[in-house]
C-alpha cells in the first residue's frame, strides 16, 4: 500500500458537493490538498505549486477539464488527472484517456471508496512513474548489478540478458510488481511475455493469491465468454452446474490475458465492465458479482494501431494500458544471444544427461548474425534439437540447422563436406577459406582477442590483418 503522506492533491469543481466529498478522503488519507471552483484560480495554483494528482471537472464555467489536461501535459511536472462528469458519453471518456487522464469518474459518485480507491491508484502510478524516469532519461540506464537482489546482469528472475534495453525492462518489472495497476505488455511472439506477467505477479503484493492464465485466441468467442466469466446452471444446454469464471479464480490475484487483441468486440464490452467497476455477470446469472484483480494482457499486435482501425475498442486499450512494457525483439539485442544460448545449453544438457557445455566458434557467430524471427523461443527450439544431436561436449555446425548457419555470412564454408565433389577450383576455394578463418581465428583465441598481438604472431601488418578480419567476419573480442 502506498504511504499516506507526502502527497498533494488539487480538487477543482463548481459542485461544492463533490468538494467536500474528495476534502474528506484526502484528509482521511493525510494528503494535503488545495480546492478550486474556479478553473483559472486552479490554473494560477497549478502554475506555483506540484501536484501529485488533479481531480477536475469535465465541463467548468468558461472552462473544460480537457483544456487543463492538455495543458498539464506540456508541464515538466505532470500529475496524474482524474476527470469528473455529470453527462458521461463514450466519446467523452475516450478522448480524456487518450490525452492521458488516469481515469473517467460519472457524478454522483456511486460510492466514496470507489473514488478514494481511484485517487490512491492514480497516486500510486504517480510515484511509480517517478522513479522510472530515474533511468528512462535520455542516455540513462541502469548498469551491471543495479538490480538489488536481481542476480547477475545476464540473469533476471529466469529473464536472461545484459543488453541495456534488458537492464531497462528489469527495472521497469521491479517498481510496476509493487504496484496494482493494470499492465499491458506489447512484443513480438517468443520475447516472453508471459515470463514478464508471472513475474510482475510473483514480486507484487497479489504474490500469494492466484495467477489465473487464458489465451484469447485459442478458444471460439462463445467458450472465451464461459471461460473469463463463468455460467450458472440451466443458462444453456448442458450447463448442468453452475461453473465459475477465471475471473472469480484469481479474486484477489492476478489475471493474464495472453493475446487480447484476438478478443471479439462483444467479449471487449464485458473485459471494459470488468475493469471499470470490478464486477463480473456469468451467464445466465440475474445479478452482478463482484471480483478484485489485476489485469496483465499481451498482444503480440499494434493495439493502438488496431484502435484506429476499430477492431481494438479504445476505451479498452486506455484501461488496461496503465504502465506498458514494451520487449525488445531478439535481433535488436543480438549481445544477449550467447548469455542465452548457454542458459539454455546448460539446462537441456542437465536435463538430457548430456556433456554438451559449449558451442564451436562458427556457431556462436551464427547465431549473433540470424534474426531470430521467433525470438528467444526459437533460440530455446535450436538449442534443444543441438543438445539431443550432439555426442560430445560441443555444440558443432552439423548440428545447427542449415537456416540458422546461412545466415552468418561465410556459414557455408564452415560445414564440413566432401570436397572431391566439387571441381578443383571451387574446392580449392572452399579449403583456403576454411583454412583463413580457422587460422585467424585460432590466433585470435590465443591471444585474447588482442588484434596487434595476432597480427605479430602472424608476420603481417596489423591494417592488413584487420581486413582479413572483417572479410571473414570474424569477431576478435569474442
Not at 492533491?9 to 488519507?29: S, V
Not at 480507491?117 to 535520455?138: D, I, T, V, W
Request: aromatic share 8%; hydrophobic share 40%; proline share 5%.
Amino acid at each position: 500500500m502506498i504511504p499516506q503522506k507526502h502527497y498533494s492533491c488539487l480538487f477543482i469543481d463548481d459542485d461544492r458537493d463533490i468538494l467536500r466529498t474528495l476534502e474528506k478522503i484526502a484528509r482521511e488519507n493525510k494528503w494535503s490538498f488545495l480546492s478550486f471552483a474556479d478553473g483559472n484560480a486552479a490554473l494560477e495554483a497549478l502554475d506555483h505549486s506540484l501536484f501529485d494528482a488533479v481531480v477536475v471537472e469535465f465541463s467548468l464555467p468558461g472552462f473544460s477539464g480537457l483544456q487543463i489536461l492538455e495543458w498539464l501535459k506540456t508541464r515538466p511536472h505532470q500529475p496524474e488527472v482524474i476527470i469528473v462528469t455529470a453527462k458521461a458519453s463514450v466519446d467523452s471518456a475516450v478522448k480524456a484517456l487518450k490525452l492521458g487522464a488516469f481515469d473517467y469518474l460519472t457524478k454522483p459518485f456511486e460510492t466514496v471508496e470507489k473514488v478514494a480507491f481511484c485517487l490512491r491508484h492514480a497516486l500510486e502510478k504517480h510515484e511509480l512513474l517517478k522513479k522510472m524516469q530515474q533511468f528512462q532519461g535520455p542516455g540513462v540506464l541502469p548498469g551491471p548489478g543495479a538490480l538489488p537482489g536481481a542476480g547477475t546482469p545476464e540473469e533476471f528472475e529466469n529473464i536472461i540478458g545484459k543488453s541495456a534495453k534488458m537492464q531497462a525492462i528489469y527495472e521497469m518489472i521491479r517498481h510496476v510488481a509493487a504496484s496494482h495497476s493494470n499492465v499491458l505488455i506489447q512484443g513480438e511472439s517468443g520475447t516472453g511475455k508471459e515470463l514478464v506477467a508471472r513475474i510482475i505477479h510473483k514480486n507484487g503484493p497479489r504474490a500469494l493469491k492466484p495467477f489465473v492464465v487464458i489465451n484469447c485466441s485459442a478458444m471460439p468467442e462463445t467458450l472465451l465468454e464461459s471461460e473469463l466469466f463463468g455460467y450458472d446452471r440451466g443458462s444453456f444446454t448442458g450447463a448442468v452446474a453452475d461453473k465459475m469464471g477465471l475471473f472469480e479464480v484469481a479474486d484477489g490475484g492476478t489475471v493474464f490475458l495472453d493475446e487480447i487483441g484476438e478478443v471479439p468486440p462483444s467479449v471487449q464490452v464485458k473485459l471494459l465492465r470488468v475493469l471499470q467497476e470490478g464486477e463480473i455477470r456469468p451467464i445466465g446469472a440475474t445479478e452482478a458479482r463482484i471480483v478484485d484483480v489485476r489485469v496483465i494482457a499481451a498482444s503480440n499486435k499494434d493495439l493502438l494501431g488496431e484502435t484506429r482501425t476499430g477492431k481494438f475498442r479504445e476505451d479498452l486499450y486506455y484501461r488496461l494500458n496503465v504502465i506498458g512494457i514494451s520487449l525488445p525483439p531478439l535481433r535488436e539485442r543480438s549481445e544477449d544471444v550467447p548469455p542465452l544460448a548457454y542458459y539454455f545449453l546448460k539446462n537441456f544438457s542437465r536435463k538430457m544427461g548430456k556433456e554438451a557445455g559449449k558451442f564451436s566458434l562458427d556457431v556462436l557467430q551464427a547465431f549473433q548474425s540470424y534474426p531470430w524471427p521467433g525470438n528467444v523461443r526459437e533460440l530455446e527450439n535450436v538449442i534443444e534439437r543441438a543438445v539431443v544431436l550432439t555426442a560430445g561436449d560441443t555444440v558443432t555446425a552439423k548440428n545447427i540447422p542449415p537456416k540458422i548457419l546461412s545466415a552468418s555470412f561465410y556459414a557455408p564454408d564452415n560445414r564440413e563436406g566432401d570436397l572431391s565433389q566439387l571441381k578443383y577450383r571451387e574446392a580449392k576455394k572452399r579449403a583456403l577459406n576454411i583454412f583463413n578463418r580457422s587460422y585467424i581465428i585460432a590466433l585470435l583465441e590465443k591471444n585474447g582477442g588482442n588484434i596487434t598481438a595476432a597480427s605479430e604472431k602472424a608476420g603481417m601488418d596489423r591494417s592488413n590483418f584487420k581486413k582479413i578480419i572483417r572479410k571473414y567476419r570474424v569477431e576478435a573480442k569474442a
